[in-house]
């Protein structure tokens, strides 16, 4: 592919089945996101978290080297106002803006969608990658895949909410190690850290993950959806709080139509057939 390729070419979607499946389908850059790659990435996630029809969503690279390594400079960007005459090429506020508005935002629409979301790692996750893969809620890596936590090797921090996101998967020491040193770290040891909830060789990543979405895509959605946001928010609550979502959730869940479908299921000892809503 290349960088004249349009966006719905180089992010895919394909869904059938209850399963969104999203693929960064750029092997030839390494599955870099260019700014308009990155913006339908994050769009196809909140497409994916309002779509009924949409139970999971499985989140891939193509090929079988590269996951995704961040951001791509050479491809095009968001286009900016016009400058005034004498201002400078890079202003105050420049750059935190485009943060914000660009991989913060992907991040967040991962972490903030109602699905389930599954990371395939096919190959080698870096930089703004490696985010991606610690934004999902369950990660499953070839073998040989590994995960670059790269920003300092480019003199730079890292960034789409990493130092938020690592720490609370593998503890502070940790992940300062992995982000001070950058070294690559192997799926063996993204599995020993928790980073990894499965690690499979190549040739089994595919079916191990459809097996995976398919039992998601059929249990009760939005209790999946309230247990995910809870466990979220919970990293960043005290007890009381905490407590007080899970009493606010299992309220609201009440009046959802698979709540209704569980008890009845039970009560007749049978297995629930699970709608999504």
Same mark, same amino acid.
Do not use: Q, S
């Given at each position: 592919m290349t960088d004249e390729a349009k966006p719905e070419e180089l992010v895919t979607w394909d869904s059938d089945g209850g399963i969104a499946r999203i693929t960064i389908n750029s092997p030839a850059t390494g599955n870099s996101?260019?700014?308009p790659m990155r913006d339908r990435l994050g769009d196809l996630m909140d497409l994916a978290s309002e779509d009924l029809a949409v139970r999971c969503v499985v989140l891939t690279g193509a090929g079988d080297r590269h996951f995704c390594t961040g951001a791509n400079?050479? +491809?095009?960007q968001p286009?900016?106002?016009?400058?005034?005459?004498?201002? !400078?090429?890079r202003a105050m506020g420049d750059a935190?803006?485009?943060?914000?508005r660009g991989w913060q935002r992907l991040v967040g629409s991962i972490l903030d969608c109602e699905k389930p979301v599954i990371a395939a790692v096919n190959g080698t996750a870096a930089g703004g990658g490696a985010q991606l893969v610690l934004a999902c809620d369950l990660v499953v890596m070839a073998d040989s895949a590994k995960l670059v936590e790269v920003f300092v090797r480019r003199g730079i921090i890292p960034d789409a909410g990493g130092a938020y996101l690592l720490p609370r998967i593998v503890g502070t020491h940790v992940a300062?190690?992995?982000?001070?040193l950058a070294e690559d770290v192997p799926a063996s040891r993204c599995a020993?850290? +928790?980073i990894a909830n499965r690690v499979v060789s190549a040739e089994e990543l595919v !079916?191990?993950?459809?097996?995976?979405a398919s039992r998601l895509a059929t249990a009760p959605t939005r209790a999946i959806?309230?247990?995910k946001a809870l466990v979220n928010r919970s990293l960043e609550s005290g007890r009381q709080v905490a407590f007080d979502d899970e009493a606010a959730a299992q309220d609201w869940l009440t009046a959802s139509a698979d709540f209704d479908e569980g008890i009845a299921a039970f009560r007749e000892r049978r297995a629930p057939e699970f709608k999504g809503w």
């Open positions: 996101l260019t700014g400079l050479a +491809g095009p286009e900016r106002p016009a400058r005034p005459e004498g201002a !400078p090429d935190a803006r485009l943060i914000r300062k190690e992995l982000m001070f020993e850290l +928790g !079916p191990t993950v459809d097996d995976l959806a309230l247990t």
